[in-house]
């Protein structure tokens, strides 16, 4: 075939396209017109949302490193919730109470036992969300047998928590996770607690409920418990001080300096100025010798 031929052929088969292409358009030309614009209107719109939820991710993380009390922490998690960063933040906040609560509760228990009673809320809320991660329902699930065993050691009455509620928290920690990065300190806590010297010492520690009124004084350093001991010398006070006066002493209106009481008049002055013979001359010092 010549290239002439070719030409012409290529030509008429442009031409067919061009024609059917135009019958197209007049029948269907707004409709792809429309299609073409609500492609572009969603893409620009999935492109502002992911930068824009990139962006309030950032922030969340952000706001995250900043905080350090559980009160940051919730608030977090509830601007967030159920997303990867407030399940996180109420993490953070659960285990900040049950480190609260261990501070506490040696000296002020009922302060206490609320810090723990709110970890184990948080650890429980956690444990309720579908989406939780791996790592974090690990961390959840050690997290409440810790919260329930602290609430074992301090809560008594109604809010207190039995031995076998605690061992009973670990072992669903190990039948959901054999291989628990705190499989030694759950498997050491769970044969602890099934020993009856364990549960002694747990009711021994509930029936002491200190309160921050029992905090020793510096007047008294020794913890109210302690029998008085004897007076001795070295337990006796020092000389009392003279009271300190409300207000200063001021002398009164009519005082004129003159009325002041001076030295006594047979007490020379120092040096002497005077004497019978006449002035008395200072004293000069004595030639160098050379």
Same mark, same amino acid.
């Given at each position: &075939? ?29 409709? !792809?017109? $429309? ?28 706001? &995250?490193?900043? =905080?350090?009390? #559980? ?5 977090? /998690?509830?601007?967030? =919730? ?6 996180? @933040? ?14 506490? $509760? +040696?000296?002020?228990?009922? #302060? /206490? ?11 429980? %809320? ?9 790592? &974090? ?9 810790? $919260?329930?065993?602290?609430? /074992? ?6 809010? %207190? !928590? ?6 009973? @928290? ?7 996770? *054999? ?23 747990? @009711?021994? +520690?509930?029936?002491?409920?200190? /309160?921050?009124?029992?905090? *020793? ?26 009271? !300190? ?9 009519? +005082?004129?300096?003159?009325? $002041? ?8 002055? +120092? ?11 200072? *004293? ?7």
């Amino acid at each position: &075939m010549k290239a002439e031929e070719r030409h012409r052929l290529h030509e008429h088969e442009l031409q067919k396209l061009t024609r059917q292409a135009g019958d197209v358009w007049k029948k269907h030309g707004a409709k !792809i017109l $429309a299609i073409s614009a609500a492609v572009v209107v969603l893409a620009v719109g999935v492109t502002v949302w992911l930068v824009t939820a990139g962006s309030q991710d950032a922030d969340a993380w952000a706001q &995250m490193g900043r =905080s350090a009390s #559980a009160g940051d922490y919730e608030t977090i /998690a509830e601007d967030y =919730s159920g997303e990867l960063v407030g399940h996180a @933040a109420r993490l953070q906040a659960a285990e900040q109470h049950l480190r609260e609560g261990t501070l506490q $509760a +040696f000296s002020d228990r009922k #302060a /206490a036992i609320d810090e723990f009673q709110q970890g184990l809320a948080g650890f429980n %809320a956690l444990l309720e969300a579908d989406d939780l991660p791996d790592f &974090m329902e690990e961390r959840a699930l050690y997290g409440r047998a810790r $919260a329930l065993e602290s609430l /074992a050691a301090t809560a008594d009455g109604e809010q %207190a !928590i039995k031995p076998e509620d605690v061992v009973a @928290a670990y072992e669903r920690l190990l039948a959901k996770y *054999p291989e628990t990065l705190f499989k030694e300190l759950v498997e050491a806590n769970v044969k602890s607690l099934k020993s009856q010297r364990t549960r002694e010492f747990l @009711a021994w +520690f509930r029936s002491e409920q200190p /309160a921050p009124t029992d905090r *020793p004084t510096p007047d008294s350093p020794l913890p109210p418990s302690h029998p008085p001991l004897a007076a001795g010398p070295s337990l006796g006070r020092g000389p009392s001080l003279p009271p !300190i006066p409300d207000r200063l002493q001021l002398p009164p209106d009519d +005082f004129r300096p003159d009325d $002041a009481t001076g030295p006594s008049d047979e007490a020379p002055p +120092f040096p002497p100025t005077t004497s019978d013979d006449g002035p008395v001359e200072a *004293p000069r010092p004595a030639p160098s010798e050379e």
